[in-house]
């Protein structure tokens, strides 16, 4: 009766513990799939999930909202419509020997494992009908509205029968990096580019979605109604009708560990710039695939996922640097040298106050580090630690006080800099000044600047034409060798030769871009933008600039440090030389029109050449629907798109290209 009643008790801990598991899974799938604030990482999701596996196998308890029996998670937000197709999940393991079995002798194809949204599209009469993510596998959202805003996929092709594609939305490391960095509030700042790739798509607007460069990946294609039989040639298919296609190769069950073992190298030595957690084998026969069975939430037949077993290593920690980025001090954990994953591994991010609390940091650890998907550093956990660790009461940078923040939705602590005119809150206006829409200073990304910051090789914009001076520091820095310096360095001296319109963009004025640019110095030339603001002249009587931006470009200069600024530049650049246009021909045929143009052009090269043709004509080009807007020219008139959805509210006319070429071309 003892032993009977300790085995109840037993099986009873093992229930207790399978339904934590699922409660916790869950909750952190939920802040996954709905672009939240990331609960835990990969790998202590992996963790969990196998053990829950291995509870529910020797259990037989098995819970029906466990995430080994449901495909994702549905979001949130937006209008749910039924899948045509079920997007089943995939059986995964770490181990090759299973890969080999499940072939089955036959040939197969190996792809990656992206770490993206799951989108399925569907094509009618060669046309993009419906963008639908795969919510919990039988229900997702409709995101068609974004069709435009999404990279990696035609709104138009050839074959005109029923299609349905299946493929992985994603953000690239570098994308992902550059976002972050401009992002202000910590608390909004993404953990991760699958993370960021499901919170962009979850935004109501296209145009910022648009700015994070989401691309969609090809992995299969559901279905189609002519007969293509074999996996590799229905692949070939869609890249031949402009699909950006998942990198592939075929291979057999003997040739898997060679293919695999390449394929992972190229991960490890940062080939990779797509997020990707593993690798794929499926069927080449397609028809065979099909007859396999259902088995939980996933086709016994349809796939099979690979994941990298997770290798890790103790490192001794050395010191923690706190690096300032926009309004955050972030801590850094730099170590002894350790070998991981085929390269060397000195530092990995400690995210904020609250995780390296959570981790046990103290003043001296032994660390334990992970390569995150082979690619991303990472501390998973302190295998020992003596003291506390210490919280910098100045910043960095300007060497100002430093505050905490404890965020109200989280809890998570922060570290930050109270000096609001600190460089390192600037790193926008830097970004803007080097993009190729400012001075075009190839090599200066925001991840260099802030290193550059944090660094004190740059305060102001003109420290950049004096970075030669520490070219001998920047080559001892990690990833700066000689070459990529001695690039830098041309990219910059390239840019001392500047157009005007360009320069003024780099300024940074509040409302000042390129279109008010080209008004201005089209208008009265730049030497006529510098003689009006050093005697406080407006701008208000140049046609597009108005009193509001015109007070912009006065309150900007009033600013001691802009001027001082703008001087210090002028010493080191030049102007190109520019002749003042006569005004616009007032007979233009697009004379007193405004218009918007969104989505692809075809009449035109591009939209550049569309809008120089509208001014040429005396029109002019806006960026939102208002009205004030005269046309909306949008060649996919019956969309659901935010800018078609304003023009019918506001009754303003939308037309397509070969509309506008008819009436004004």
């Known amino acids: 009766m003892k032993e009977f009643n300790n085995e109840n008790s037993i099986n009873t801990n093992k229930h207790l513990r399978v339904e934590e598991l699922v409660s916790k899974l869950n909750e952190a799938s939920s802040a996954y799939y709905n672009g939240q604030e990331e609960i835990m990482s990969n790998y202590e999701w992996d963790v969990m999930y196998d053990e829950l596996t291995t509870l529910e196998v020797e259990t037989g308890y098995f819970l029906p909202d466990s995430p080994t029996q449901n495909v994702g998670y549905e979001e949130s937000n937006g209008e749910k ?7 089943l999940s995939m059986a995964k393991t770490k181990q090759i020997a299973d890969l080999q079995k499940w072939t089955d002798n036959r040939p197969i194809w190996l792809s990656w494992k992206l770490d993206g949204l799951t989108l399925v599209l569907t094509y009618d009469g060669g046309k993009l009908t419906k963008i ?9 959202t409709n995101i068609t509205f974004m069709k435009n805003a999404i990279k990696g996929f035609p709104s138009k092709i050839s074959y005109i029968g029923h299609m349905v594609v299946r493929g992985e939305a994603t953000i690239s490391y570098t994308d992902f990096e550059r976002i972050n960095l401009t992002i202000e509030d910590d608390n909004e700042k993404y953990a991760n580019p699958r993370n960021l790739a499901s919170g962009t798509l979850g935004l109501d607007d296209a145009e910022k979605v648009k700015e994070r460069h989401v691309h969609f990946n090809a992995v299969t294609l559901v279905h189609i109604d002519d007969d293509i039989k074999l996996w590799g040639d229905r692949m070939d298919f869609l890249k031949n009708e402009g699909f950006t296609v998942v990198d592939r190769e075929i291979t057999t069950a003997d040739g898997l560990p060679e293919v695999i073992e390449r394929w992972t190298k190229k991960v490890e030595v940062g080939e990779v710039d797509i997020p990707v957690d593993g690798l794929v084998i499926c069927y080449d026969d397609t028809e065979y695939a099909r007859t396999g ?12 996922a690979f994941k990298w077993q997770d290798v890790s290593a103790d490192a001794e920690l050395e010191y923690i640097e706190w690096s300032c980025a926009v309004s955050t001090i972030s801590p850094v954990a730099v170590f002894k040298p350790v070998q991981l994953e085929g390269t060397t591994v000195t530092r990995a991010s400690l995210c904020n106050i609250s995780e390296m609390e959570r981790l046990g940091i103290g003043k001296r650890n032994v660390l334990e580090i992970i390569k995150a998907n082979k690619i991303i550093p990472k501390c998973i956990s302190v295998k020992k630690s003596e003291g506390v660790f210490e919280i910098p009461s100045e910043c960095p940078v300007c060497h100002a006080k430093t505050e905490i923040k404890i965020s109200a939705k989280s809890k998570t602590k922060t570290l930050h800099c109270t000096n609001p005119n600190c460089t390192a809150k600037h790193v926008k206006k830097f970004s803007r000044f080097v993009s190729k829409a400012g001075m075009d200073i190839d090599g200066l990304s925001i991840q ?8 004190g090789f740059i305060s102001k914009f003109a420290d950049i034409y004096h970075l030669n001076g520490h070219m001998a520091e920047m080559k001892e820095m990690e990833g700066f060798g000689e070459k990529s310096c001695e690039n830098m360095e041309k990219a910059i001296e390239k840019s001392r030769n500047v157009k005007a319109v360009n ?14 640019g080209k008004k201005m110095v089209g208008t009265i030339g730049f030497e006529g933008f510098l003689d009006r603001i050093n005697k406080g002249e407006g701008f208000d009587d140049i046609d597009g600039i108005g009193p509001e931006k015109s007070n912009s470009i006065a309150e900007w200069y009033q600013n001691p440090d802009n001027q001082a600024s703008l001087k210090a530049l002028l010493k080191e650049i030049t102007i190109e030389k520019v002749e003042v246009k006569a005004n616009a021909n007032a007979n233009g045929k697009c004379n007193g029109l405004t218009f918007v143009i969104t989505g692809e052009v075809h009449h035109y090269k591009n939209r550049d050449e569309f809008k120089s ?15 004030k807007t005269s046309y909306l020219v949008n060649n996919d008139i019956t969309s659901d798109s935010s800018k078609n959805k304003k023009a019918k509210e506001l009754g303003v006319p939308i037309i397509s290209e070969d509309e506008f070429v008819n009436l004004f071309g």
């Open 613 to 627: 043709y509208v001014e040429a004509e005396n029109g002019k080009i806006t960026g939102s629907v208002t009205s």
């Open 293 to 304: 069975s259902i088995t939980g939430h996933h086709a016994t037949r349809a796939g099979y």
């Open 132 to 140: 639908l993510t795969r919510g919990n596998g039988a229900i997702g």
């Open 448 to 455: 260099t600047i802030v290193k550059f910051i944090n660094k």
């Open 81 to 87: 419509e039924q899948h045509e197709f079920p997007a």
């Open 503 to 516: 320069f003024i963009y780099s300024l940074c004025i509040p409302m000042i871009g390129i279109d008010a």
